[in-house]
């Protein structure tokens, strides 16, 4: 049994293994991103898997999505803004791999997720340094050789399996022993490849011909026979080969063989292609039953034993070959020097002005009005002292996909910076005693007297020291518009959790993956249909509260003013969602504002000056690290000094 037969041979452990994995987080993450096109990232098997997510979240969802390979990613980090990024390496410690998660970090996409097979790697302790990247991983003990083999196996089924759960399908238990392929096992049916092993061993290359449905197939065989260099390999669609690529088969008929990949909805175009192919050319077909998790899985096996079967008859170690220096100086280039990032264009906070505004790309952009209000309020936040600063919560201080966590490390350096040199820190939520208690586990009870809490979106002002006095009593509107809530659920809208905090708000979670962005639609079309306020209907990126008449976040900037005997302009505040109906567009109408995410729609405030591709927790921090402490108890922020990421 060569090395490569030896993986080949622990498979089903590996399916095994999958098959008993908790997987709920990893549902989680593939149904947070149910609305979106994804990107999945890898190199070599991983890749496959890449492939593999991407086709399944496209065949489930509709949305089309994009597989990549850490390069892409490096060079145009961009496509991390929008989309929620998989990045997938089985060991963890491929320098590429490494260079795209810090690069997605750094240009602020909205959710990363790591799927790994260890638990200890380089990749590991970079995500441990960086916001808002949720691990996934699935310990394997056994390392792949060369190739990925049962890595591969093992995370491929692992997304399989998923999708299969998350679509209410009880996944069949994949036990190689019982799959078929043209009702034969697999032992069987790759007998019947024998001829066409032989006579393949012996060419230069290989064109696979596959059908869309089955392409982290197709992919995962030209990997293996690509990487190994066992035998040229190119690939194409049904009819990508009959646009020019037929004339490999014609004018290069000593050179190349033909593996077809089908399914039910291409066989019928393969019988009418197949007639046609020259009897010079090797051909074998793998004809799967559909293209359903299971048979991208089944299809995978396949195609690792016929790689075997090719390997051995050429005489070729593919499970151990010899690496060349060569190959291990590509392999450990230096990219964070040698592809520099991309540099911030345009003036610095006018493209989300814009946009806020409707101005989306091509839209003209060179209203010199904007211009001259980005340089007044730059101008002024420059050389304004400062008393207090007021916070927005989730996805400004602490992540919005985690919601049950407190502020990281890096944010409380800050808050700590800022209420011992004696300024005041507010903050302001639409959560309550879940905010406070964060706070008070993590900041030091001495500077406790420094912190202002508005819960509830304002409903509820307070010191941090204060105990929250309960109500239970819902006013009449909201017990209203409570009933409306409950029969919208009733009929089937995706609402997951509605919480009454009595008397300030009714706040509504949805099922995992659907947006707040549109059901603010369904709460706020169906409350006016009712004949109730919809103004008072906010939302958060993982919420939607409607309020109580008069609730508002902010209410804090009057009690801090008030309470502290300041002047209003001596204030800032800074939220993610500044723009109606964005639960900070009241705390972002300040005077003195700023935007981690989504500006107001106003320009002479609420303005996103972080660059253009930070956002969220990595904007927060690029306005605190220019947060500058006077000697008199107030600071200034510093955006103008040294910008080299203005223009």
Known sequence: MTPYEEELSKLQTSLNRSASAELTKLKSAIAGASQFSLIAVGSGGSFTVASLLCSLHEAYTGRVSRSITPLELICNPTLAATSPIFIISAEGKNPDILEALKRAREHSSRAVHVITNRHSSPLMELAATLNDVTSHVFELSDKDGYLATNSLILDASLVARAFSELDRQKPASLDLQNIYYSGQPLDKFLYTAKEFV?????KRGLIIVFSPKLRPIAEDLESKFSESALLFSQLADFRSFAHGRHLWLTERTRDCALLVLTEPSTEALWLDMKPQIPDAVPIFTIPMPGSTPNDLIAGLVAGMHLVSRIANEAKRNIAKPNVSPLGRQLYYAELSSLIPPPQETGIRGEQSKYEVLGAHWPSPRNSGKIRRALEEIEQEFSTRDFRAIVFDYDGTLCSSNKVDLPPGSEILQHLNRITKAGMIVGIASGRGDSVRDHLRDTVDKGLWPMFRLAL???????????????????????????????????????????????????????????????????????????GLESGTVLKSKHSVDILSRGVSKSHIVAHIVQTHRMDPYEVVTMGDLGAWPGNDSSLLQHRFSLSVDLPSRRIDRGWKLAPRYKRDLDATLWYLDRLKLNNDQTFRFDFLENDVERR
């Open 198 to 202: 032989t006579r393949t061993a012996n």
């Open 456 to 530: 509830y979106n304002g409903g509820w002002i307070g010191a941090l020291s204060d105990e929250i006095q309960r109500v239970t009593e819902l006013s009449e509107f909201l017990i209203h518009a409570k009933r409306i809530v409950l029969n919208l659920r009733s009929q089937g809208v995706p609402i997951s959790r509605i919480r009454a905090n009595a008397p300030h708000q009714l706040s509504i979670r949805f099922e995992n993956g659907v947006s707040a962005d549109n059901m603010w639609f369904v709460i706020a079309d169906a409350l006016k249909q009712a």
